[in-house]
């Protein structure tokens, strides 16, 4: 019994001793494993114009890189991998409070390869950028940050191999999980074409006949106006046909997008320029904050008077890509004139009450705006939008907007070009590799703020979705 005993000791411990053996010989190969992320300290980079300190908390290893206050500040990691392919890339940093959005520039193996964003970050805490995915080389390959924007800190970067997941992040679930087949299936078409092509659009179906003649294309969304179906318009006879519009445009084979300048439900300087903030006294914040007002009452109302027009798009099978409360951060509309979270309060309420209280299921819901502040969450959004303003001529790829709102919703939801005056030039998208969804030509900017030869290039390209493109939905 105790030679047995004796045996089995010895044979434990060298089993034990042959398991540390492997340990330690496979000690440098553990970190680039394929499956794991690789962590690299900014501290222990190479590092130019900048300096280590220890004063924010949370940072990870030794402490956190800072002073990029001139635009040719960098550090430079060299990253080492087992196998060439796609990585997926993250940054670990910090914006001091007030700071607002820093940008940071990626050089790999020498190559430029476009900005990350670094959104203001929570009292001074180190967060994580949105994964970015990159190519690398197998051994040694060199990231280095430029400052750029500067005034951030930097604690360290990770990588790891690309899942097919971490390529195609974003998925096609709705917000509101009772969401129409119709619905379901142009958010499929939505989510299938990302990154793809970018599809068509213009405000207005007065002008598809303008672009027909001039490009021998139709574009692929139309954007219809909930504007003259607001309560304090109709008092006054104001009617529209633009529900009747967008179902025939539907049957037709387009897609049908839909906002609403929501006239004021009251206090109206000028009655039919209410939906501004200039023309109106009305105060939402005061509604919103006293449910038994009267104030309170007419938001409801006026929410209840579109979802009748929303409920016949609905009984008519269109779904509608609805973005409610647009531009509310620039202020100049009264839903966004007392700040983001009166904006946000509002826009949930309006959510809420269509999808609950009145089952309107045909909407794929829209936010307008960059902002974090402003932003209601995931659970009431679908896609993220930005209005796009450029000079005359600009055909650029706004780029630059296009990341933040991909660092907003971190690769997890479409991003779209919601307006636009010039139209983005379908090569500069490929070249900055951006990729909105669809532009949105606000009514006759298409004239105004394109040239001809522009708008026949983008309605011809094979990179741009037109009307004749788009699969039969039925099918989809």
């Known amino acids: 019994m105790v030679n047995s005993v004796k045996s089995l000791n010895k044979t434990s411990i060298i089993i034990f001793l042959v398991c540390l053996s492997i340990i330690f010989l496979n000690k440098g190969n553990?970190?680039?494993?394929?499956?794991?992320?690789?962590?690299?300290?900014?501290?222990?980079?190479?590092?130019?114009?900048v300096n280590v300190a220890k004063n924010t908390s949370n940072y990870l290893g030794k402490g956190y890189v800072t002073d990029f206050n001139n635009p040719k500040d960098f550090i430079n990691f060299k990253v080492n991998v087992p196998n060439k392919g796609l990585y997926?890339?993250?940054?670990?940093?910090?914006?001091?409070?007030?700071?607002?959005?820093?940008?940071?520039?990626v050089i790999l193996n020498g190559k430029d390869i476009g900005e990350i964003v670094l959104l203001?970050?929570?009292s001074n805490k180190f967060t994580e950028s949105t994964g970015k995915i990159i190519k690398l080389q197998k051994g040694i390959n060199t990231i280095k940050f430029l400052s750029d924007w500067g005034y951030y800190n930097f604690d360290s970067i990770k990588v790891k191999l690309a899942s097919s997941k971490d390529i195609n992040?974003?998925?096609?679930?709705?917000?509101?999980?009772?969401?129409s087949k119709e619905a379901r299936r142009l958010m499929a078409f939505l989510v299938d074409n990302n990154g793809k092509s970018i599809i068509s659009g213009q405000q207005g179906l007065s002008y598809v006949d303008w672009i027909y003649k001039a490009t021998g294309k139709k574009p692929a969304i139309v954007g219809f106006d909930f504007k003259n179906y607001s309560p304090s318009l109709t008092s006054h006879g104001i009617a529209s046909n633009q529900v009747q519009q967008a179902i025939e445009w539907s049957r037709a084979g387009g897609i049908v997008q839909f906002q609403w300048h929501w006239n004021a439900p009251k206090d109206l300087k000028e009655w039919d320029k209410g939906f501004y903030t200039k023309f109106t006294s009305f105060d939402i914040e005061y509604a919103l904050d006293h449910p038994k007002s009267e104030e309170y009452k007419l938001i409801m109302r006026d929410i209840d008077a579109i979802a009748v027009q929303l409920k016949t798009l609905q009984i008519a099978k269109v779904p509608v890509l609805f973005r409610p409360l647009h531009e509310a951060e620039g202020g100049w509309f009264w839903w966004g004139?007392?700040?983001?979270?009166?904006?946000?309060?509002?826009?949930?309420?309006?959510f809420n009450r269509l999808t609950y209280h009145h089952k309107i299921n045909n909407l794929i819901w829209i936010w307008n705006s960059l902002s974090p502040n402003w932003y209601p969450g995931d659970n009431y959004v679908?896609?993220?939008?930005?209005?796009?303003?450029?000079?005359?001529?600009?055909?650029g790829s706004a780029k630059n907007k296009y990341e933040r709102l991909i660092s907003l919703v971190?690769?997890?939801?479409?991003?779209?070009?919601?307006e636009n005056g010039s139209?983005?030039?379908p090569e500069n998208l490929i070249k900055d590799k951006v990729s909105w969804s669809w532009f949105m030509t606000w009514s006759d900017f298409i004239k105004t703020k394109n040239s001809l030869e522009h708008v026949r290039k983008v309605y011809n390209s094979k990179n741009v979705i037109t009307l004749d493109k788009l699969p039969e939905f039925k099918k989809y």
């Open 30 to 49: 553990l970190e680039s494993n394929s499956n794991d992320w690789i962590i690299y300290q900014a501290e222990d980079s190479s590092l130019n114009g």
């Open 88 to 105: 997926v890339l993250k940054v670990r940093y910090s914006v001091p409070t007030g700071r607002g959005d820093k940008r940071t520039r």
């Open 120 to 122: 203001e970050s929570e």
């Open 169 to 179: 992040s974003i998925r096609n679930n709705l917000v509101n999980h009772n969401a």
């Open 337 to 350: 004139a007392k700040g983001p979270e009166t904006a946000k309060k509002l826009y949930k309420i309006m």
């Open 382 to 395: 679908d896609i993220v939008s930005y209005d796009s303003y450029p000079n005359v001529g600009n055909y």
């Open 410 to 418: 971190r690769n997890k939801k479409l991003v779209t070009m919601s």
């Open 423 to 425: 139209i983005p030039d």
